[in-house]
């Protein structure tokens, strides 16, 4: 069965102190790996997809990387506005989106 | 453009009672998903529509949900009767779901609560 572990399960970081969430998972056929973002009383927020092992993709202060395991977001001199729960979903091709619980980042000033 | 809507925002019901959701995907967005996450769980998958086809519906917890998509566009959520574990946030998100371009995108929600 399909799985996804995200942790931790909450980070908290002082403006500028860089880090990272991991997501590690199991499927049988990644057709992609999702990243989102959700603030309070808001729907997730896209963030990245990759595809294939190796593959990395950048926004702004966030950073995606994957591996066959599991995958990175790792986050440089983050802001007070980059707190949010971060989450992340598999795609495998014969399912639909299996989501981890999310890792709750708080940026203190 | 605008993004994928959903209504009510929130809604309140007492158990027994019946409740609608409404979902507005991104127009030309052939895929339309439902995915609810209760207390303290995770964001799970309902079930997914390729216009008005339900592509999988895996997901949807017992025969008191019942989704529709008339005409391949909006798509209804309808919880009848309610009981107080259905409670939690209902999300909607569509996506164009061809190729490499299956990513969805998400609703604000609907948050349900039933007393």
């Known amino acids: 069965e399909d799985q996804v572990t995200q942790s931790p399960e909450a980070l908290r970081l002082q403006e500028g102190e860089s880090s990272s969430l991991n997501c590690s998972y199991t499927v049988s056929g990644l057709r992609g790996l999702f990243w989102y973002r959700q603030d309070p009383g808001k729907g997730p927020e896209f963030l990245f997809t990759?595809?294939?092992a190796g593959e990395e993709k950048e926004k702004e202060r966030l950073k995606a990387t994957l591996t066959k395991k599991e995958s990175f977001l790792h986050i440089t001199a983050p802001k007070p506005e980059d707190s949010a729960t971060y989450l992340c979903a598999v795609q495998a091709w014969d399912n639909d989106m299996r989501f981890g619980a999310g890792t709750r980042l708080t940026v203190k000033p | 453009e605008a993004g994928v809507t959903q209504f009510p925002s929130h809604s309140v019901i007492e158990k027994g009672q019946t409740v609608t959701l409404r979902c507005d995907p991104i127009s030309g967005h052939d895929n339309l998903y439902w995915y609810r996450r209760v207390m303290g769980k995770e964001i799970k998958f309902l079930l997914h529509?390729?216009?008005?086809?339900?592509?999988?519906e895996s997901g949807m917890p017992n025969n008191r949900f019942l989704a529709e998509r008339t005409g391949g566009t909006y798509s209804t959520l309808k919880v009848q009767p309610a009981e107080l574990e259905d409670s939690g946030v209902y999300f909607c998100?569509?996506?164009?779901?061809?190729?490499?371009?299956?990513?969805?995108?998400f609703g604000p929600g609907t948050r349900l609560t039933v007393l």
């Open positions: 998100a569509s996506s164009q779901g061809s190729g490499t371009n299956n990513e969805q995108f």
């Open positions: 990759l595809y294939s």
């Open positions: 529509f390729v216009k008005e086809s339900k592509q999988d």
